[in-house]
């Protein structure tokens, strides 16, 4: 693996001895008290690439790279493609992007003759494959790995879909986690979950079921979990009614055991996806963001919580307290926060590749393995 030799040196310090196990970490991720600005990751359907904006408050955000994409989706995905960005800190202070490999215009872009890679009929819409793995310590220098799940496991070579990823440390296990939304063949999708090196290059255990909803005709997708300040572990998820929309299921366990309520948690008299939960620094406030596909344009919405019973609705992106300076339409978006310097630090990074008010300069080129 192509590491710069600083991050081979940190990253080998928490490399488990155990066979893709993560040791008891030897860095830790900064305090909340540390924090002072946000960071999101976002796509978006023209480009199927992957944005960054940052945030001092949690309610105005800016894209970095004059809201350009900091790395293109062409460089980095078989499908030529990313979707569902999603960002996590690791307890060893790194940073885990996970995303959905597939391009819905390939075949207008003459990235393939076809509409999908396989035969609608028998693996769905979508069809793809593969998720892709990058992983920074500043997160501008990363290394990147596909990862294509019928390769890795010959039970899956009938996979209809591969979609959202999300990463979350299991430390009951040890091990990083990646839960994410997966169909057989041409059937309902549903959420798995599986573990991965601490490198972050590959999956280290077959799928395996996470939740399963109590109407076997309903899709489920788009998992996205928290752990909740007494110790319980928070599952919002899509369920696929008419609309679709956001529910929320608890466990006292992060892979197993959690427990279906019937509550709606979006306020959208339309179909809505990919909830993400973040916590307002500082604050015992969680604020839910999900992306509203059922209107045009495309926008964010935005729920807010103390107890995860009651939510109290922000309203979208623009329309309300949330604003977005140089960016529209934003896709499945996902949350962190940062200290002052890391904002600063990417702020400046962004600023000196676009320069201040001029065109931008185009996406960055994770390092990838050989």
Same mark, same amino acid.
Request: charged content about 20%; aromatic content about 12%.
């Given at each position: ?22 040791? &008891? ?13 946000? $960071? ?21 955000? %800016? ?59 028998? @693996? ?14 500043? /997160? ?26 999300? %990463?979350? @440390? ?74 679709? +929309?956001?529910?929320?299921? /608890?466990?006292?366990? /992060? ?33 839910? /963001? ?47 926060? $940062? ?19 001029? &065109?931008?300069? +185009? ?8």
């Amino acid at each position: 693996m192509k590491y710069l030799p600083w991050l081979a040196v940190v990253t080998a310090l928490f490399l488990s001895a155990t066979t893709g196990g993560m040791a &008891q970490p030897l860095l830790r991720p900064p305090a909340e008290k540390k924090m002072g600005a946000y $960071l999101m990751v976002f796509f978006t359907d023209p480009t199927h690439s992957l944005f960054m904006a940052t945030s001092r408050d949690g309610y105005a955000f %800016t894209a970095v790279n004059d809201g350009q994409p900091v790395i293109a989706g062409d460089t980095i995905a078989e499908q030529r493609g990313i979707r569902d960005p999603h960002i996590y800190r690791g307890p060893d202070g790194a940073f885990y992007l996970a995303m959905t490999d597939l391009h819905l215009f390939a075949q207008q872009k003459g990235y393939r003759p076809t509409r999908w890679e396989r035969e609608e009929q028998a @693996y769905g819409w979508g069809n793809n494959r593969g998720l892709v793995l990058l992983k920074s310590m500043d /997160l501008i220098h990363w290394t990147h790995h596909e990862v294509r799940l019928d390769q890795a496991f010959p039970e899956l070579q009938h996979i209809g879909c591969a979609w959202a990823p999300e %990463t979350i @440390y299991d430390a009951v296990a040890g091990q990083l986690m990646l839960y994410f939304t997966m169909r057989l063949g041409n059937g309902p999708t549903q959420l798995y979950y599986a573990y991965t090196d601490a490198a972050f290059t590959r999956l280290t255990s077959a799928p395996k079921l996470l939740f399963t909803y109590p109407d076997p005709a309903i899709q489920v997708l788009d998992a996205d979990i928290t752990q909740l300040p007494d110790g319980r572990f928070c599952l919002a998820y899509v369920a696929q009614e008419k609309p679709g +929309g956001i529910k929320l299921a /608890l466990s006292d366990s /992060l892979h197993s055991g959690y427990r279906y309520n019937p509550a709606w948690v979006d306020v959208e008299p339309g179909a809505c996806e990919a909830p993400n939960v973040w916590k307002r620094i500082g604050e015992h406030n969680w604020v839910m /963001l999900y992306d509203i596909f059922s209107i045009q344009p495309h926008n964010f919405g935005f729920v807010q919580t103390r107890d995860f019973t009651a939510f109290q609705d922000l309203g979208h992106f623009n329309e309300g307290r949330l604003k977005t300076t140089n960016f529209t339409s934003p896709k499945h978006g996902a949350v962190i926060q $940062l200290t002052k310097k890391e904002a600063d630090r990417l702020e400046r990074y962004w600023q000196r590749k676009s320069g201040a008010g001029k &065109q931008a300069s +185009g996406p960055a080129q994770p390092k990838t393995s050989p």
